[in-house]
């Protein structure tokens, strides 16, 4: 009880902080970027994100990150627009938005699909924000007892998780794990200072930029392979209004937004754990509990309020792991974490301690920020579904410029901008063999980190690497690994006898 | 005789690429000071992705092939777009950003199916903008020519 009424008061020192001028103008800025992102196809969050990244530099580190913590629960809000309105979701998270939202939409009823969505993302943010509040300082300090093999067992852990959950194949993010955890070693090597796989560049002594590695693997190839669509297919559909649902809807839906707002946070605190998956374990949820089932792909609203609400609580409760222990659960909050990094700032469980100001001003920029995109996704929702209609190629040279700007400004040079290029060429055939860009990123972001409480976990240990083992906590996590490893390995085996049997 | 696929390709690319880098690796210290050195973890990491690139090599065969390399029109927009990025990148040192950024601009809408005219008026405009907000306003220091633009 002590402890809730000191993070409360904690709060209200946030929300002077993030009251601010700047940090509201900048809180602002990133929403309605956010936003931007969210409803423009060709661009997800982490291209976004590290986009704007560069941006920050010169800004202060609460500033900053309240921007950029804006721009990832901004597209959210953004990818749902399109979701509804063209069937063509702005992001990952939204593909099971356009199942229901587009149905709605033909149906006339684009508003309430819109409204649904933005009040269930709206009361999924602020439950996920409560959570971070009441949970995260005592997290933070159970996270001070973990030591070099805990850190190690989270992030495998996380990685693993990833792939296990997302892609089509878990070989194939295994492979682009390790290639993500190589691509960290190039460089110095923290404790000796040993250059290692730098070829005789010298702009490869400090290694290799993870923004300038996002922003190829993500935007230039995601661009590259949309050049030859067509995305000319947005249709105008016809002026937006009647943002509530009927009376007879309000039940079923106030529902789905409490079980959505669970699934949501629960999966946001699991490391690897992304916001699509969170979505389509909501979707799977509602068809199972839903009365009547074969609603189900003809605008069930049951369907748009869940998921929507789930990735969006997922995208605040995964501030959680970021905050506490310094673990990204995504390539968008990965990007985040690096955030941090460069503006000096150290997440984990003394982040609390040592920057109490920062914690709670941007904990309270996220209620702010999430007022802010009610009213943008609301009342506004008309003129985002103008910004829709602008011609893809006169858009996608824009964003490709504004990229290689991005890429440019981060030791301004064009060194950064060639090593973009060439990510992107990397991330294109990548996309085509299906590995998975995600673990790519994740794993790079966390290489260091991982290389280094190995190589400490392993010059304290007596038992070479069984001390991963007989600690408690990293045993109860590496044991956790190896159950989801083996899960994963059962169900694709059965997955692939099932269809071998049905072409026999 | 089994057809190469692309997904074999890859595998073996990967396959000689990790091979490599772990020989490589061996060439950093291995133990330093009675710790792991710098060459432990990526020589152990490459081994450890070379054994998973075998398994991907040996699906692989079991595999159909994976149409990857884009073909007719779509080859032809990503080459002339990514030609048009290389450009930008070869002449933003001398002629400055906003000479290349319109070049590069121009290109691409002009690509799009815009009038040449249409398309450098189009590029000028974005190009001066993004100058104005990145260079003026946020302090990019981006590439400028000798008339300082």
Do not use: G, K, Q, V
């Given at each position: 009880m002590e402890e809730a009424i000191n993070s409360l008061g904690h709060l209200m020192e946030g929300f002077v902080i993030a009251g601010s001028g700047m940090n509201l103008l900048f809180c602002f800025i990133g929403v309605t970027i956010g936003m931007l992102v969210g409803v423009l196809p060709g661009i997800g969050p982490v291209a976004g994100t590290a986009l704007l990244i560069p941006i920050t530099y010169n800004l202060e580190p609460t500033t900053a990150i309240i921007m950029l913590s804006g721009i990832f629960y901004g597209c959210m809000y953004g990818g749902t627009i399109t979701s509804v309105l063209i069937n063509v979701p702005g992001e990952a998270a939204s593909v099971i938005t356009c199942i229901e939202g587009n149905q709605l939409a033909k149906q006339g009823r684009a508003g309430v699909a819109l409204g649904v969505a933005g009040i269930g993302s709206f009361f999924g943010g602020i439950m996920a924000i409560l959570a971070l509040i009441f949970v995260g300082p005592p997290l933070a300090r159970f996270a001070l007892q973990f030591g070099p093999p805990e850190y190690f067992a989270l992030m495998i852990f996380g990685l693993i998780m990833l792939n296990a959950l997302v892609g089509k194949s878990l070989l194939k993010g295994m492979i682009a794990t390790g290639i993500g955890l190589f691509l960290a070693m190039v460089g110095q090597e923290p404790v000796s200072g040993v250059v290692r796989f730098h070829f005789g560049f010298a702009e490869l002594i400090d290694g290799f930029d993870f923004v300038v590695i996002a922003m190829g693997l993500f935007g230039i190839s995601e661009i590259l392979g949309s050049i030859g669509q067509d995305m000319s297919q947005m249709k105008n559909q016809g002026k937006i209004s009647g943002f509530f649902p009927r009376r007879e809807e309000w039940g079923v839906t106030i529902k789905s937004i409490f079980r959505g707002t669970g699934i949501g946070m629960f999966l946001g605190l699991i490391p690897g754990a992304s916001a699509v998956i969170a979505s389509i374990i909501s979707y799977s949820v509602e068809q199972k509990v839903a009365k009547d089932p074969s609603r189900f792909g003809k605008g069930a609203i049951e369907g748009i309020a869940g998921p929507e609400t789930a990735n969006n609580a997922h995208a605040g409760a995964a501030m959680i792991p970021l905050f506490t222990l310094g673990i990204p659960s995504s390539a968008t909050v990965a990007l985040l974490l690096g955030a941090f990094i460069m503006h000096g700032l150290t997440p984990g469980p003394a982040l609390f301690q040592k920057n109490p100001e920062f914690v709670w001003g941007v904990i309270a920029s996220m209620f702010i920020g999430n007022i802010i995109l009610l009213i943008f996704n609301l009342p506004m929702a008309n003129l985002w579904a103008k910004v829709v209609l602008v011609p893809y190629r006169l858009l996608y040279p824009t964003i490709l410029i504004i990229t290689m700007i991005g890429a440019y400004s981060i030791?301004?040079?064009?060194w950064d901008v060639i090593v973009m290029l060439a990510f992107g060429i990397i991330g294109y055939v990548m996309k085509k063999l299906e590995f998975p860009l995600a673990a790519i990123t994740l794993s790079f972001v966390l290489g260091n980190q991982i290389e280094l409480t190995f190589l400490q976990s392993l010059s304290a240990s007596q038992n070479g690497l069984l001390i991963f083992f007989t600690r408690p906590i990293s045993g109860i996590v590496m044991a956790a690994c190896f159950a989801m490893l083996a899960f994963s390995l059962y169900t694709r085996m059965k997955k692939h006898y099932y269809i071998a049997e049905s072409e026999d | 005789m089994k057809k190469i696929t692309t997904p074999l390709v890859s595998g073996v690319l990967l396959l000689v690429l990790f091979g490599y880098f772990a020989y490589k690796s061996l060439s950093y210290p291995y133990i330093a000071f009675g710790r792991p050195g710098a060459g432990f973890f990526p020589f152990w990491l490459c081994i450890f992705i070379l054994a998973l690139t075998i398994i991907y090599i040996y699906e692989a065969f079991k595999e159909a092939d994976i149409d990857i390399l884009p073909k007719g029109k779509e080859l032809r927009d990503i080459l002339y777009v990514f030609g048009a990025m290389l450009l930008f990148v070869i002449l933003a040192d001398f002629t400055g950003f906003n000479v290349a950024s319109t070049l590069f601009l121009a290109m691409l809408f002009f690509h799009g199916g815009y009038k040449w005219y249409t398309s450098i008026a189009m590029g000028a405009a974005i190009s001066i903008c993004l100058f104005a907000l990145f260079a003026l306003t946020l302090g990019v220091a981006l590439p400028v020519n000798d008339f300082g633009f």
């Open positions: 030791t301004n040079s064009l | -």
